[in-house]
C-alpha cells in the first residue's frame, strides 16, 4: 500500500512538473502530462482506466496502453529524427561558411 501510495505521489509530481517547466516541444509536455495522468489512474483502479477505453473505442485497458505505447514510441523516432535532420542542417551551414572565410583567407 505504501508502494501505491509512493507512485501515485510521484505521478502528482510529475504532473506539475510538466505543467510549470518550460519546454522546447509541445509534444514533450503533452506526453510528460498525459503520461503522469494515465499512470495515476491507472494506480487508482483498472475500472477507470477500462471505462476510459472503452469511452475512447478501445475494447480493454491492456489495449488502449499498448496503442498510447506505440503512438509514443512512434512519435519519439520520429521527432528524433527531425531534430537529427536539423542539426546536420546546421553542421553543413556552419561547414560551408567556414570554407569560405578561409578561401577568403587564403586569397
Known sequence: M???????TI???LFFYGLLRPFSSIFARL????????????????EYVNSIA??????NATLLYLYFGLVTIFL?????????DEVNSRITKLTRKI???ES???K
Open 31 to 46: 506526453f510528460l502530462v498525459v503520461g503522469s495522468m494515465f499512470g495515476f489512474i491507472s494506480l487508482l483502479s483498472a
Open 104 to 106: 577568403k583567407i587564403n
Open 2 to 8: 505504501i508502494v501505491k501510495y509512493l507512485f501515485l
Open 76 to 84: 519519439t523516432i520520429i521527432i528524433t529524427l527531425n531534430r537529427f
Open 99 to 101: 570554407t569560405i572565410l
Open 54 to 59: 472503452l469511452f475512447i473505442g478501445v475494447e
Open 11 to 13: 505521478f502528482v509530481l
